[in-house]
């Protein structure tokens, strides 16, 4: 019953701005780390941007930093990435991972389904 699931995605203009959110729902002890990943077609799937559990450390690939921004809303279980100045490069499928415990005691990882961002003019 636990899962993630990703949102926000869309088509945007080269330059534009969109917000991803992760969101986990079910029993959920505790959420981990959490990570956003993407991967275009014929690509291999590349980290984009890392997030610790108490969001006060994070880290990005080098072709997103200072573009993107992660964080986390532990109370809402919510895990969010702030896209900004976006590229044609920068269109994929974008997914998220993390480690997360329900209240049976045993610790998963789960990945959500992903959601598309398509920049394009």
């Known amino acids: 019953q636990v899962q993630l699931v990703e949102s926000g995605g869309g088509l945007v203009q080269p330059g534009g701005s969109l917000r991803l959110s992760c969101a986990a729902s079910?029993?959920?002890?505790?959420?981990?780390?959490m990570t956003w990943y993407r991967q275009a077609p014929g690509k291999e799937r590349e980290l984009v941007a890392w997030i610790s559990s108490a969001g006060d450390s994070t880290n990005y690939a080098d072709s997103v930093k200072g573009r993107f921004t992660i964080s986390r809303d532990n109370a809402k279980k919510t895990t969010y990435l702030q896209m900004n100045n976006l590229r044609p490069e920068d269109s994929s499928i974008y997914l998220c991972?993390?480690?997360?415990?329900?209240?049976?005691?045993?610790?998963?990882?789960?990945w959500g389904q992903g959601t598309q961002v398509t920049v394009s003019s």
């Open positions: 991972k993390g480690l997360i415990a329900d209240f049976a005691g045993r610790s998963s990882v789960y």
């Open positions: 079910g029993a959920t002890l505790s959420i981990g780390a």
